[in-house]
């Protein structure tokens, strides 16, 4: 098993070796295009992600600058919205479901190193995939670590350190991030806090068939 199979495999593997350094390289070469496109090129942004992830709904997007390993690692679903600065080694597989929104400054680490120094200093470190499922809000300044499993309609607070995996339809804050209550039909008619849609806003959504 050469060293890039040992990554996807999520065993102990070194970087720098079978290519991997120069597909790196190579992401690092897309990522350039796509960080420091003008504000009028804009429109580009969709196009560069399609060609930079593995996999991708319909409509993407990803405000620049941002930052990952390999790009072909990604699975990403439709609807998807990620605001400035987010990252993602995905050195272990990364996927995104659909209708997942970003926040700024937002971490998605799927590499990780020994805790051992003797170990460490091998130079073998390790990628955990990370899944993140359907309808999910992360908040900003938040960290997902290796091998978390997000499930669907979940809310992440901002500045959680999200390191064990969070069920289906919870509200989960902090560092360690914990799970703070489940989300309710009665969360249906609020925007923020004890604030509820107003009647346009509302009716509106009823006529989109949203509600």
């Known amino acids: ?15 720098w070796l079978d290519g991997l350094e120069e597909e790196r390289e190579a992401c690092k ?11 009028k090129e804009r429109g580009e942004i969709p196009r560069l992600l399609k060609r930079l992830f593995g996999k991708t709904g319909e409509e993407i997007w990803i405000e620049p600058p ?28 990364v996927t995104i ?22 170990s460490r ?43 064990k ?4 339809n919870m509200i989960a804050v902090g560092n360690p991030c914990r799970i703070i209550r489940k989300i309710t039909e009665d969360d249906r008619m609020y925007y923020f806090k004890d604030r509820t849609f107003d009647s346009e806003s509302w009716n509106d959504m009823k006529e989109n068939g949203i509600l």
């Open 1 to 15: 098993m050469n060293q890039k199979e040992r990554m996807l495999n999520s065993l102990p593997y070194k970087a």
């Open 29 to 39: 070469e897309k990522i350039y295009e796509l960080n420091f496109l003008k504000p």
């Open 66 to 93: 941002f930052h990952c390993d390999y790009g072909w690692n990604i699975e990403i679903g439709d609807y998807f919205f990620a605001n400035y600065n987010l990252t993602i080694l995905d050195v272990g597989k």
């Open 97 to 118: 479901g659909a209708n997942v929104q970003i926040a700024p400054n937002v971490s998605i680490y799927t590499a990780g190193h020994p805790i051992h120094p003797e």
């Open 121 to 163: 200093n091998s130079g073998y470190e390790y990628g955990i995939p990370v899944t993140i499922g359907n309808n999910v809000w992360i908040g900003g300044n938040s960290i997902i670590l290796p091998g978390v499993t997000i499930g669907n309609n979940v809310v992440i607070g901002a500045g959680s350190v999200v390191a």
């Open 165 to 168: 995996d969070i069920p289906d």
